[in-house]
């Protein structure tokens, strides 16, 4: 092997930058591309939400029952929720679930923004067009004029149903980010493994859920660095998209060398297909309250349902 | 095209998880004949992908939201029955974590996303990349096109659930329970956003992993694709499009056959005498020789398409089909036969006939 | 065909003339024959990519060789006899394998589960497993971690913790794939004494390294590889370490040369310029 003799710098380098502000200010600030400022925030905040535990190292009401009493309680609540057609039985409901966040040391404003933040404001958008009489046909109380000839306006059914919509989707979606945010995710998957869901299952989920961990990691780092990259008005869109491509021909081929060696991993230390988990804990008398409880709620309000009906 | 708690009722619930337990305890006995232990982690790379794929979904009036899904993808990496299981275990996570799909609409969700896609887009794959080689680049544009297919498929059966729900559930003075959305509306709703915009994602995200893997990554694209020859280096004898082509297209054909029914009103020219708008056409009687010959077939099989006294209009329309394509395959083949006879008669005298397999 | 007893042979493991390519085409191991003796620490020399890594998956069974033979304790090892249920239990529990990136080791929800693992997959009794891995979280010191995520902690943590996976079977030979990379220098320390201690008990220590400064310490006995992909030496560390013009050769220093004031001058430097 020969010495090889140092390459010459390059002249480009040893200058300072043409391209910068004369002044040696760092310049103006390039408006990041709204894709970019989305997609690198989004999957932060996907982050967050998703792997931060603190909410199930409190000690609340709900961190203290058994994940598997709490998931099989939340199936029966949300039966009851959907059996409900009235509107009164639901909102009974919902105001349950606010009281058992509060109870479990949930910051009500961020169980609210949570829940409402997203889902039944699409929801929202979905059914307005329900409300309209030529969707929903039925008694109008506000009309809004008339189109060729026909009334035009809002019903009651259709206001109703959207109502009953809007109502159904946020009293799930709190009943089950309740649940899901009370418990740290190793109970979690023990729970649905308990409840019969086959090993394969679990092991896919529990593989993808830190496999997104690292992705929306790599996703936000790949989105920081190209930003450090980027210097002047970059509103070159093709470029962006060739970029967003790559990027995810890239994320691909290093998820998949992570997981070759993962797998690795796992088969060194006899890894053969079964998943063995740790001995489960013994339901103790506060499971068994808050089950009884959560029947207790459920026939109630499948009770009071058929008499307001 | 998650479906949230509130859209379906507990018995559509019921039923479409009813439906999906046997698919998935199929799928995770059968996921283990492909995706041996080493590729496991492969699979749930499958799941976090399809995870982060769904998580771009806009909004759509009267339907739910549009968005690409990647099962295909993963049926055509490791075959359709993991993709039942990845895509069954991303829409899980999704709905613990964003309330993104209901709970007890799980397992209408899985149907859709999870099993009516990767099967009917693999099943189009299968027929489209017959013959081909590993590395042609055909067999990506097909894998878009699987997407697309199989995409709108499982779009048109979650339209078709939640369409379903006005009708069957409501209140006594006609208030929806659940969906308000009735087949006219949900159907066109949730179509035109698939076939356009979410339908294109899907299509351009399976071709491009499929290309990309053609170039820097083939043994990953082998794994499902044990005995398909790399190249097109060899010659190939002349590809010819078989049958099965021609009875895929058909039975789809047969199947889309009741979309004609949300168009109200009759094609142009279809009309019997009784139904015939004389004003529009300033007549004031109905002409003679129409009325003449109006019941000429009165005694036609399926009179109207229809054989339930129009309370299934659909699967009239399905029924229809399919005995009529069966009757004309059967006039077809006999017609071949009787050709074939007199050909052969003919040409007795030649030497060797050209025979080429279909 | 069983490893329940191993004969009293000094040689543990034994690759007889093997050959890798990765993908069909990369070459990784060009003919390689190597021995492993009980209770040697043994370590492989050589630069990034000359093979180091493939060839400690081939002795822990992760891969399999395209041409020549793997032996362990006895018998050989190739894919299809590692499908035999005790077969595979046998050789699994007593070899150990701590990865580079500690990643990619680390998989389970929490530390306590994943030091669980591998004696679960042993089928050991809960209550065995339990006892062993307090035992484990206490001999490195991660008792306050047992139940936080460990794709979570600090790199050095992750490092005990994936040690902690793997000695909590008590595997006869560990084997490092570069053990000291980007660990800081305190951790560095911490884990040369743990290697030394846990060789001092009768382990046998294959490792693959780069990093010249600690490998007296670690290494009883050293192999070389050179860039096309075979072993050209073999020694003690000192005699290795002064033999400049071969780890040039095989690119493991480079010569290095700097002023001082106006005098030039040229002196050999290793992978991480502490030599």
């Keep these: 092997m020969t010495d090889a003799s140092p390459t010459a710098t390059p002249d480009w380098l040893i200058r300072p930058e043409l391209g910068l502000c004369p002044c040696g200010c760092i310049g103006k600030r390039a408006k990041a591309d709204f894709v970019e400022k989305t997609i690198g925030s989004a999957s932060n905040l996907m982050r967050q939400s998703m792997f931060s535990d603190d909410v199930s190292a409190r000690d609340g009401l709900l961190q203290r029952v058994d994940a598997r009493v709490k998931l099989v309680g939340l199936l029966a609540l949300l039966v009851s929720s959907a059996l409900a057609h009235s509107p009164v039985v639901l909102i009974g409901l919902y105001s349950l679930s606010l009281g058992l966040a509060s109870a479990s040391r949930l910051s009500l404003r961020f169980f609210v923004a949570r829940v409402w933040l997203f889902i039944p404001i699409f929801t929202g958008i979905v059914v307005l067009p329900a409300t309209f009489s030529f969707i929903t046909h039925g008694h109008i109380v506000v009309p809004l004029g008339s189109w060729f000839g026909t009334r035009v306006g809002l019903t009651q059914q259709g206001l109703t149903a959207a109502g009953l919509i809007v109502l159904r989707v946020a009293t799930s979606i709190s009943l089950v980010v309740l649940v899901t945010i009370t418990t740290s995710w190793p109970r979690l998957l023990a729970a649905l493994r308990a409840l019969l869901v086959p090993r394969m299952f679990i092991l896919v989920i529990g593989m993808a859920y830190r496999y997104l961990f690292h992705l929306l990691g790599s996703v936000s780092d790949m989105f920081t660095a190209r930003k450090a990259r980027t210097v002047g008005s970059d509103a070159n869109t093709k470029r962006d998209r060739a970029f967003v491509a790559a990027s995810a021909g890239a994320l691909f081929g290093r998820a998949h060398a992570l997981s070759e060696e993962v797998h690795m991993a796992m088969v060194s230390r006899g890894y053969r297909g079964n998943v063995g988990t740790l001995a489960s804990a013994r339901l103790r008398a506060t499971d068994f309250a808050f089950g009884a409880g959560a029947l207790l709620v459920t026939l109630t309000a499948i009770g009071v349902d058929h008499v307001v009906r | ?358 | ?275």
């Design chain 3, 1 to 275: 065909m069983s490893f329940v007893e191993s004969p009293p042979a000094t040689e543990l493991l034994t690759l007889d003339d093997v050959h890798y390519r990765y993908l069909d085409r990369f070459v990784a191991l060009d003919g390689v024959s190597l021995s492993v003796d009980r209770g040697e620490k043994l370590a492989l020399l050589g630069a990034n990519g000359c093979g180091k890594s493939t060839l400690l998956k081939i002795l822990d069974g992760l891969l399999f060789p395209d041409t020549g033979t793997f032996h362990a304790f006895g018998s050989e090892v190739t894919e299809r006899s590692l499908e035999d249920e005790q077969l595979s239990r046998g050789f699994r529990s007593r070899v150990g394998f701590v990865f580079q990136n500690s990643d990619a080791q680390v998989f389970s929800p929490t530390v306590r589960d994943e030091i669980a693992f591998g004696p679960l997959n042993m089928g050991l009794e809960p209550d065995e497993v339990e006892r062993r891995i307090g035992d484990t979280l206490a001999m490195l010191s991660i008792e306050d971690l047992a139940d936080r995520a460990p794709y979570q902690l600090s790199g050095g943590q992750k490092k005990r913790v994936a040690i902690a996976s793997v000695l909590v079977m008590n595997p006869e030979v560990l084997i490092f794939d570069e053990p000291t990379a980007s660990l800081d220098p305190r951790t560095q320390e911490w884990l040369v004494e743990l290697i030394v201690d846990l060789n001092r008990v009768g382990k046998t220590i294959v490792l693959a390294t780069h990093d010249l400064a600690t490998l007296d310490a670690l290494a009883d006995r050293c192999v070389v590889f050179s860039e096309e992909h075979t072993l050209v030496a073999e020694g003690t560390p000192e005699e290795l370490l002064g033999d400049t013009a071969l780890l040039r050769s095989v690119n493991l220093v480079h010569e290095h040369t700097h002023a001082h004031h106006s005098v030039f001058h040229r002196h050999e430097h290793g992978a991480d310029h502490h030599a």
């Design chain 2, 1 to 358: 095209m998650h479906i949230p708690d509130g859209y379906l009722s507990p018995e559509t619930c019921g039923v479409m998880g009813a439906a999906m337990v046997p698919a998935w305890m199929t799928a995770g006995r059968h996921v283990r004949k492909v995706v041996t232990s080493r590729y496991v982690p492969l699979l749930a790379l499958g799941a976090a992908y399809s995870f982060l794929v769904m998580m771009f979904n806009v909004p759509v009036p009267d339907g739910t939201t549009a968005h690409a899904v990647g099962a295909v993808l993963i049926a055509i990496l490791l075959g359709p029955w993991a993709a039942v299981v990845a895509v069954s275990c991303a829409l899980g996570i999704q709905a613990l974590f964003f309330g993104d799909g209901g709970v007890l609409a799980f397992g209408a969700n899985c149907f859709n996303m999870a099993f009516v896609m990767p099967m009917v887009g693999y099943a189009v794959y299968k027929i489209g990349t017959r013959n081909l080689s590993l590395t042609a680049p055909r067999r990506a544009v097909v894998a878009g096109v699987a997407g697309y297919v199989g995409l709108n498929a499982a779009a048109l059966c979650a339209a078709t659930e939640i369409g379903l729900q006005p009708s069957l559930f409501h209140t006594a003075n006609g208030t929806p329970l659940y969906s308000p959305f009735h087949l006219s509306q949900s159907i066109p709703a949730m179509a035109l956003a698939h076939l356009t915009v979410a339908g294109t994602v899907e299509l351009v995200l399976t071709a491009g992993v499929i290309a990309y893997l053609q170039r820097a990554n083939l043994p990953v694209l082998r794994i499902n694709h044990p005995g398909v020859r790399e190249d097109d280096s060899t010659a190939m004898a002349p590809r010819r499009l078989g049958w099965r082509w021609g009875a895929a297209s058909l039975g789809l054909a047969a199947l889309l056959t009741p979309v004609g029914l949300l168009a109200s009103g009759s094609a142009f020219g279809e009309d019997s005498p009784e139904h015939l708008n004389l004003h529009k056409y300033h007549l004031q009687t109905v002409p003679n020789g129409l009325a003449h010959y109006a019941g000429f077939w009165h005694h036609a099989l399926f009179n109207g398409y229809d054989f339930s006294n129009d309370r299934h209009p659909a699967l009239g329309y399905i029924a229809s089909a399919f005995v009529g394509m069966a009757a004309i395959t059967v006039v077809v083949f006999a017609v071949l036969a009787l050709v074939g006879v007199v050909r052969r008669r003919h040409s007795s005298s030649d030497s060797a006939v050209d025979s080429v397999r279909a």
